[in-house]
């Protein structure tokens, strides 16, 4: 039995009905696509953007032009921790080997032997890879894979089935997470940093198609921001926090040049250095690396691109794409297609 309130109340709804002003629409105001999420960042402008060029490509004019600039602004720094960083990261990149430690001399066999164009015979690879305990796991590791049902019975069957290109993308990845991607204080940036780098070498082999330097490019992608890394780590050794506007300014105008000075230090070609320091499109150069590094600059902006559309931000990666990649005879949707696969790729991978 339905109580008498309740038989008010419906009452009153059915009476009421034609005097009640009928429901508003609901409006529904599309917000205007944030066009430049990534370039209203607190830091405003692009990431691909934030980067200035070596002055040269001549070791000691860079290493001069980076002494100069770090003087500059340790002079106009001004907390004792910023002088004391400015001051710790001038002494690094005068000396020799930067603070760094040397380039696996296994990779570096590897890539000179991967990077001729010829076929390689498996056992000479396996006798290369031996010299090192610690890549053979990783390549035996690579081996094991879901596809095989079996483990490979040598070192000689895991290159087989891992194949060439596979192999040399898997030890140089080995070479860096070893000795160069570790920096305490700033490991979540360097991870950001590795995880774009990788990306960004594999838009840029992409371009090269089946072009011999493919392994080269492939490289100077990955090590294209290495230059940020070398002043994370000097950051991080101070044990004390370094302000985030000197941080940022050092690393905006001297990451390229940095990388380039890592580039040489461990004897890569002059094409992929020269690429490396002119990635930013600030400084245009003709030849080898000036083309290497036309590649380089659209290739990061493909891998911001892939990445804000990952966060599902708008970006201005597209538009900026579709000029740069014209001009170089590439489809920037492609482009960005391969970027969007290298990333769902190491994500996969993370995951696993
Ligand atoms: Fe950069
Ligand atoms: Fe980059």
Known sequence: MESSSSLWRRFWVWFSAP?????????????????????????????????VDAPSLEPIHVR???????????????????????RRLQSTIATDDLGLPPFP???????????RGVEVPAARLALV????????????????????????????????????????RASMRFALEATVFHVPGYQHRV???????????????????????????????????????????????????????VLHDVIDRMHASIGFLVARRWE?????????????????????????????????????????RRARQATTARQVLVADFRGLGFDADAALNVADQASMRLSRLQAA
């Open 19 to 51: 005097f009640r002003a009928p429901p508003r629409k609901r409006r529904i105001t599309r917000r205007p696509e944030p066009e430049v999420a990534l370039t209203a960042g607190p830091r405003g402008s692009a990431p691909w953007t934030r980067g």
């Open 191 to 245: 991870e950001e940093i590795r995880e774009h780098s990788l990306v960004v070498a594999e838009i840029a082999a992409w371009m090269l198609g089946d072009a011999e330097d493919r392994g080269g490019a492939w490289l100077a992608g990955l090590l294209h921001d290495i230059g940020k890394l070398v002043i994370y780590k000097e950051a991080g050794r101070l044990g004390a926090p370094v302000s985030e506007s």
């Open 105 to 115: 001399g296994t990779v570096v066999e590897l890539k000179r032997l991967l990077s």
């Open 64 to 86: 001069r032009h980076v002494l100069d600039g770090l003087h500059e602004a340790e002079v106009a720094a001004r907390s004792f921790d910023d002088r004391a960083f400015l």
């Open 268 to 308: 890569f070609a002059e094409v992929e250095a020269g690429a490396i320091a002119l990635h930013h499109g600030t400084t245009r150069m003709p030849g080898g690396p000036g083309r290497l590094a036309a590649y380089l600059r659209a290739a990061d902006i493909a891998a911001h691109g892939a990445q804000a």
């Open 129 to 168: 890879i031996e010299k090192d305990h610690a890549l053979v796991e990783a390549v035996l590791r690579q081996a094991r894979g879901p596809a095989w049902r079996t483990p490979p019975d040598s070192l000689r069957t895991a290159v087989t089935r891992v194949g060439n290109d596979a192999l040399w």
